[in-house]
């Protein structure tokens, strides 16, 4: 399946991009591109516990059931206000 | 009325929106860009949302707050871009038929709104560095 991903604030910086396509396997679960993006760079093994994943916009638990076409965004910890 | 906007807040419109005549009174929280933190200058803050889900996220905790007490107008207004210092960046005005659930509400969106809604700001210090506001990662934190 492809999922559109979104990243913001320092998770975009580590990443170094905002939006991706990814393709991953047919049961994907939300944790699942904290472990590409672990693959793509290290140092997001560090952020994983204080990351929160969004599918079309609501938070999730890490064991949520990804489809195809949802978009994932990588919350990192917010400081609006 | 829930807004994100690049410009300027305008404190009066917001107040102005939540004054209904059921209303004996209205409680506003306004935050504003600090010229410190912890113990560095900062110049001004810049402001990032995941738009779409942020406006969600505040019309949820306006739902919650609206269970919670019987509160009328309400209005969140949060800036987006740089905010230099002494502008504000949030205004929440709440208002209700007693001073009390304004209060109490008031109190409850500015920390809900803190806690989940997706903006996240970068502190642009005068010596012209900048940073994500309280970005660590989770090991380091714990250290801390």
Redesign the interface.
Known sequence: MKVRL?L???AR?LAGFHELEVELEQKARASSVLDVLVQRNP?FK?????LRI?VN???VHADHALRDGDEV?I??????? | MISLTLHPIDIGAAINQVITPTSGGLNVFIGTTRNHSFAREVKLLEYEAYEPMALHTIEQIEREAREKWPIYGVAIVHRLGRVPVGEASVVIAVSAAHRNEAFEACRFLIDTLKREVPIWKREHFVDGTSEWSGAKPAKKAKLS
């Open positions: 979104k913001f604030s320092v910086d140092h560090d952020w994983k516990p204080s969004a916009q609501e938070y965004a919350i990192p910890p917010v400081s609006g206000g």
